[in-house]
């Protein structure tokens, strides 16, 4: 069974609403997914003092999908400390909210030094239309590398 792009991108990676086909309900069941994530699963990994603060992490993390990730400007946007940030963002990739990419250099200080791009698992929440193409070969191209990775072929 195939579909077309078209349809897909609109709606999301995910079973549920994809195969219900409306937007309407994607974008509530997305959305219901990130609260869920947030203020359940998030605690439980970490003790968030302020999580509201994780909140407005999450709603900056939206307009910044599919470019360079700034920690700092981050920071600066949710008026908290550099570390905590950081960690944040580590503790929001363990439920799959979000995954990085480190640009490809031949030098290796060039590439742990340059900043990474941010992508959603849930690309339907993306508003541009580029990011989300963009997002969704990010996705694909992160399940090649991780299925390689379990056959022990990468």
């Given at each position: ?17 994809l195969?219900r ?55 600066e ?32 200080k060039?590439?742990?030094t ?8 849930e ?20 399940k090649?590398?991780?299925y ?7």
């Amino acid at each position: 069974m195939t579909f077309p792009l078209d349809d897909s991108v609109p709606l999301t990676g995910f079973p549920g609403p994809l195969q219900r086909g409306s937007e309407g309900h994607a974008k509530r069941w997305s959305r219901l997914r990130i609260e869920r994530l947030l203020n359940e699963d998030v605690c439980d990994l970490r003790n968030v003092g302020d999580l509201n603060a994780l909140h407005i992490l999450v709603d900056l993390l939206l307009g910044k999908v599919g470019s360079q990730l700034s920690v700092n400007s981050l920071r600066e946007g949710v008026g908290g400390a550099y570390g905590t940030v950081r960690d944040w963002m580590l503790v929001l990739e363990a439920p799959y909210i979000c995954f990085t990419i480190r640009p490809f250099s031949g030098k290796l200080k060039r590439s742990l030094t340059a900043e990474p791009k941010l992508y959603l698992y849930e690309f339907s929440m993306v508003e541009s239309l580029g990011a989300k193409l963009e997002t969704l070969c990010a996705c694909h191209l992160l399940k090649l590398c991780q299925y390689w990775t379990n056959l022990a072929m990468g």
